[in-house]
């Protein structure tokens, strides 16, 4: 589009020197509006997960993980996943800019199931028309009962394997049901004697210079679980360096190691935290997992989207001393 390209640097001209333009009798532009396929100008919120080929990250992290020029806003090296807007097949291309915009209207759809999609009234997603057709549709336009389409099965993985599988399996227990809040202790509370073989069995092989040790709960515990630990500022210091969140339950989110790390990386972290946190509910045929951390939930979604499995989430809200507080499923 070189006419459209040239008109646009004129309109840059005008604004970098208004004098110019201004004496010969020119109006100053009020502004200048890209319309186009996905990769024009359209915005969605800074928390939005995105694949892309060194893993799954928040939009706004993207300056974190690529090269962007602050002065041309070109993004190099960022390559995701998208779709061939003609024959709607699964591609991989090259991002061309970034923008990090200040705050703007926003709307924000939900699905039935559960999927949140929020972004400027001109962004687009792709729907099921009433043709049986797929098609973009702003979500400006998007109504009550709009069929959206949720990509799934992409299996683009990012290359991250700084950690052993051991470790990532690990690291979903920690983040299912670990304390690392207490000084230098990295703790799980468990009765499954077969998670807490694998943290014992763990620590005793790669840290025998440190007791593991373990304790009953209190005399109310109804499923006898026990506290399995480890007081050892090495492995502590070696969790933290992989990105282990020490925060409470509200807070807890799945590290960058494991968003952006390879598949048997993936697996074997929700292995653990499906293990350790999650349930199996015989009448449904269900597999589950429930947080009250919204952004630990949206990070699961997208890895099961990712891995070809489409789950749904449900919030519940229940009051906890007093307090209103939602749970995500």
């Given at each position: 589009?070189?006419?459209a390209?040239?008109?646009?640097r004129?309109?840059i ?8 333009f ?5 109006r100053?532009?009020?502004?200048v509006?890209?319309?186009?396929p996905p990769?024009?100008?359209?915005c ?8 892309t ?9 993207v ?6 020029d602050?002065?041309s806003?070109?993004?190099e090296g ?5 779709l ?31 999927f ?7 962004h687009p997603i ?31 993985f ?18 299912g ?6 000084s230098?202790?990295l703790e799980?509370?468990?009765a ?7 943290f ?13 040790y373990?304790?009953?709960q ?31 339950s509200?807070?807890?989110?799945i ?9 048997k ?6 292995q ?9 509910e015989?009448?449904r ?5 429930v947080?009250v951390s ?7 979604t997208?890895?099961?989207?990712n891995l ?19 749970v995500?499923?």
């Open positions: 589009l070189k006419e390209k040239e008109e646009l004129e309109i001209d005008f604004l970098k020197n208004p004098q110019k201004l004496s010969l009798g020119a100053v532009p009020k502004g509006l890209l319309v186009g990769g024009t100008g359209k969605v919120v800074g928390d939005t997960l995105i694949l080929t060194k893993g799954i990250m928040e939009i706004k992290d300056p974190r993980y690529f090269y962007v602050k002065f806003n070109k993004v960022a390559y995701l996943p998208t061939d807007l003609g024959n709607f097949e699964n591609v991989v291309d090259k991002a061309s800019n970034f923008y990090e915009l200040e705050e703007s209207e926003t709307i924000k759809v939900i699905t039935k199931q559960g949140e999609l929020e972004g400027t009234p001109e792709i729907v099921l028309n009433d043709q049986g057709n797929l098609e973009f549709k702003e979500l400006k336009d998007i109504r009550p009962g709009d069929l959206a389409a949720i990509k799934f099965n992409t299996q683009v990012g290359n991250f394997e700084e950690i052993t599988e051991d470790e990532a399996y690990l690291m979903g227990i920690f983040t049901d670990g304390n690392l809040s207490t230098n202790r799980i509370t468990t499954d004697k077969e998670l807490a073989n694998v014992v069995g763990y620590f005793k092989n790669n840290y025998p210079q440190n007791t593991v373990e304790r009953s209190d005399t109310k515990n109804r499923n006898k679980s026990k506290v399995y630990g480890i007081a050892s500022w090495q492995a502590k210091k070696r969790f933290f360096e992989y990105g282990l969140s020490s925060f409470l509200y807070d807890k989110y590290p960058q190691t494991i968003m952006m790390g390879s598949k990386i993936i697996v074997a972290f929700l653990g935290l499906f293990d350790s946190d999650g349930y199996f015989s009448k045929g269900a597999v589950g997992l947080s919204k952004k630990l939930i949206n990070q699961v997208m890895l099961l989207l070809g499995i489409v789950p749904s989430i449900r919030i519940k809200q229940l009051i906890d001393k007093n307090h209103l507080r939602n995500y499923e």
